[in-house]
């Protein structure tokens, strides 16, 4: 991964604990009107069993629910652990600052109307953090929902928490209870599930889907505006944290991206998960993301890649933001290629496979042959395959289930296993789901097994649900969201990029300049490796003239200037000059065209290129982002990047094998490999390019952006060259 500083800038200045586990809380606003914000905070604290003292400040009570009220801030008891505000904007500033007086460890700000608001709540916002950041206090919000941590029972939220519902392990009624290993396998892995969120109402949202299905969870934060927090403060906290496994995050955009990219592969080094759901893949999305959480949004595309290059997982819904938490918690371990599925429908398996097909999840192909196990375990006339079709035969021999079940698991070709049943009725699941459940219970086969019905809806004992809960087995209503969620937890285990063998390689970059002009660019790119066609720079006619004898004819004028970065928009590059005549003609028909287009426009010259063959027209972007730092963009030429959007945004320090694989990602990769007869292309070529661009990139951070376009690909063994080539540089000022 892209090297990142040694030390990121963290965003506190004060204890996160206090805020996380507190033993005392005040709370500021206190009320005794249901609904209101204060009272909800109480009755979720008492109705809880929080265990540390609370505070309770309203100047118009003298007690609230047998508790005594404060007049003020000022009669805290100095050193309170936290403070809850929940009181209108317009009073906010002032007690933190009384907060901060009186030594509070952290605050949490309920209050709407800050950055999100317009100018004057930015600068409210921003003197908020000041008064944190010199009190060494922990300030959540504003514009949040608070937090809970659920193991101290301590839910400083206003929305109504129960958590003895959402915290407990699966309870298994008597009748239908599994064995104690089985039962212990979840406590013996430890896995909770921390929330992180910038969304208060999606924090909530999602802590109650998670506790509907019974997960473990450990804390949940809504981190609102980020005045004097981030979302990266909570979770470096969660890391730390030995119960928690996965780390659930809902994010509109990422204030400290160096601090989360450490804290990504420190959790995949650790053997925890985050799982990321982010908005803002929309323009109408990004430009939401400023009034909601007063962020401005980044760039979706850069923040994906390097993000699941350090090694978060992403989910493009919630639901399935909940369905990759789950089945990363429950199974003794997360899911790797390999996936066998096991029906009971023709229609059902082929369908799978048009699915695994459109997601791009692998299912390895087997046969009567190659499966002995499989064979002896199945009647005669079910084939061996994958999906594997039972027909109905399961109601007629139960035990079919359970036989082809331990045969699959013993599969060393399977790492997962999905188990897709048509539940129909009660009835049919106390037919077909005890044989399931007694071969996960007595086969302990330690690898990841999950169950999904066909028939969503179907009414399916509670009992049996939370039995696999208990075995490690998650439990979907629908094939299609189970197979969807092990595509992503797959592609997780399967993406080990390796870096690149190079070390980085500086430049020396013209002092002055912010464009750099293709003739100086291709000047500074061609001794690190970058390949471009014979040519020189020519300041008169008679000059291109000799140089054109020297290159041959044809050949090719470029107009050379720092202010005309699209030349051919300027009518400044002619083409194909067959002899002295039409070089001479074209060098006044140039000259004649910069000076229409621009009459202020000085050339530097215009450069002299040999025509090259013909090939396959593909373009290569580099760019230095100052927030995430280098990466790379390959695709085809013309409108099928412009227009078909096919393209790969990859990490500029990839190993050559990792850029070919990348390369052929691109949806038109078929044109590199001899598509219909035509020569297979030198990716090998190319893919050197790219990884001397990113060794350029990593080498010279004050190159902002490389632009090669087009760059010409011709067949195996001949190469690739880069026809024009672009550079912005740093100006040297520093970015926001």
């Not at 980085?504 to 000047?523: I, N």
């Amino acid at each position: 991964m892209t090297a990142l500083p040694e030390t990121a800038p963290a965003s506190l200045t004060g204890d996160i604990a206090r805020l996380l586990r507190p033993r005392s809380v005040a709370i500021v606003g206190a009320s005794a009107t249901p609904g209101a914000l204060g009272a909800s905070l109480l009755d979720n604290l008492e109705r809880n069993g929080f265990a540390g003292e609370i505070h309770l400040i309203n100047p118009k009570r003298a007690e609230i629910g047998g508790r005594p009220c404060l007049a003020s801030v000022e009669q805290l008891p100095p050193g309170v652990d936290v403070a809850v505000l929940a009181i209108p904007q317009p009073a906010v500033l002032e007690t933190v600052r009384a907060l901060a007086a009186r030594q509070v460890g952290a605050a949490i700000i309920f209050s709407a109307g800050f950055a999100e608001a317009g100018e004057e709540g930015l600068a409210q916002q921003r003197e908020i953090a000041d008064i944190a950041r010199r009190a060494g206090m922990v300030i959540e919000g504003p514009n949040c929902l608070g937090c809970i941590n659920y193991a101290a029972r301590t839910p400083l939220t206003f929305v109504q928490v129960d958590i003895d519902a959402s915290n407990v392990p699966t309870h298994v009624p008597a009748s239908a209870a599994p064995s104690a290993a089985a039962s212990g396998a979840m406590g013996e892995m430890g896995a909770h599930i921390g929330v992180v969120s910038q969304s208060g109402a999606m924090m909530t949202v999602l802590c109650t889907t998670l506790a509907s299905r019974k997960l473990p969870l450990s804390y949940a934060v809504s981190t609102g505006n980020e005045a004097a927090s981030h979302a990266e403060d909570y979770v470096h906290y969660l890391l730390d944290d030995p119960g928690t496994r996965v780390i659930a995050m809902i994010v509109e955009q990422f204030r400290q991206p160096a601090r989360m990219l450490q804290a990504v592969a420190r959790a995949r080094a650790q053997g925890q998960l985050i799982v990321l759901l982010h908005p803002g893949k929309s323009s109408a999305a990004r430009a939401s993301a400023a009034t909601h959480t007063g962020a401005m949004a980044g760039d979706y595309a850069l923040m994906r890649t390097k993000m699941q290059r350090a090694g978060a997982v992403f989910a493009e819904t919630l639901e399935e933001l909940g369905d990759i938490a789950e089945i990363a918690v429950r199974c003794p371990r997360l899911p790797a290629p390999g996936v066998a599925v096991l029906g009971e429908s023709g229609a059902f398996k082929a369908l799978t496979l048009d699915w695994a097909e459109e997601l791009g999840l692998p299912l390895p192909a087997i046969g009567d042959a190659d499966s002995p196990a499989l064979r002896q375990a199945l009647p005669p006339f079910v084939g061996v395959s994958n999906p594997l079709d039972l027909t109905a035969q399961g109601l007629v021999d139960p035990d079919l289930y359970e036989r082809v079940l331990r045969a699959l698991c013993d599969d060393a070709r399977f790492d997962t296993i999905l188990v897709g049943l048509i539940q129909g009725d009660p009835l049919t699941c106390g037919i077909k789901m005890p044989p399931v459940l007694r071969a996960v219970r007595e086969g302990k086969p330690g690898k990841p097994i999950i169950c999904a019905g066909l028939d969503e809806g179907a009414q399916v004992p509670a009992a049996f649900i939370d039995e696999m809960r208990a075995l490690g087995i998650p439990y979907f209503p629908s094939t299609e969201r189970a197979l969807r969620a092990l595509q992503r937890l797959c592609a997780f285990a399967q993406r080990q990029p390796q870096p690149s063998a190079l070390a980085p390689q500086p430049l020396a970059l013209p002092a002055g300049r912010t464009v750099v002009p293709e003739y100086e660019a291709k000047r500074l790119l061609a001794p690190a490796g970058i390949p471009f066609g014979p040519g020189r720079l020519a300041t008169s006619a008679d000059e291109a003239v000799a140089i054109a004898a020297e290159l041959g004819y044809p050949v090719a004028l470029k107009a050379q200037a720092a202010q005309l970065s699209h030349k051919s928009d300027a009518g400044g590059v002619l083409l194909n000059l067959g002899d002295e005549a039409a070089l001479r003609a074209a060098w006044a028909q140039l000259h004649a065209n910069v000076a229409q287009y621009d009459a202020s426009l000085q050339l530097e010259g215009v450069l002299v290129e040999a025509m090259g063959q013909r090939g396959l027209e593909l373009i290569i972007g580099a760019r230095n982002d100052p927030q995430w730092g280098p990466a790379i963009l390959i695709g085809l030429g013309g409108v099928t990047a412009e227009v078909m959007r096919d393209v790969r945004l990859i990490d500029a320090d990839l190993s050559h094998a990792d850029i070919l694989a990348e390369i052929n990602q691109l949806q038109a990769a078929a044109l590199l490999h001899g598509y219909r007869g035509a020569p297979k292309l030198d990716v090998h070529a190319l893919a050197d390019i790219v990884l001397r661009l990113g060794q350029i990139l990593r080498g010279t951070p004050a190159i902002r952006e490389i632009d090669l376009n087009p760059v010409v690909l011709y067949p195996q063994g001949q190469g690739a060259i880069a026809l024009d080539a672009l550079m912005l540089l740093d100006d040297g000022m520093p970015k926001a």
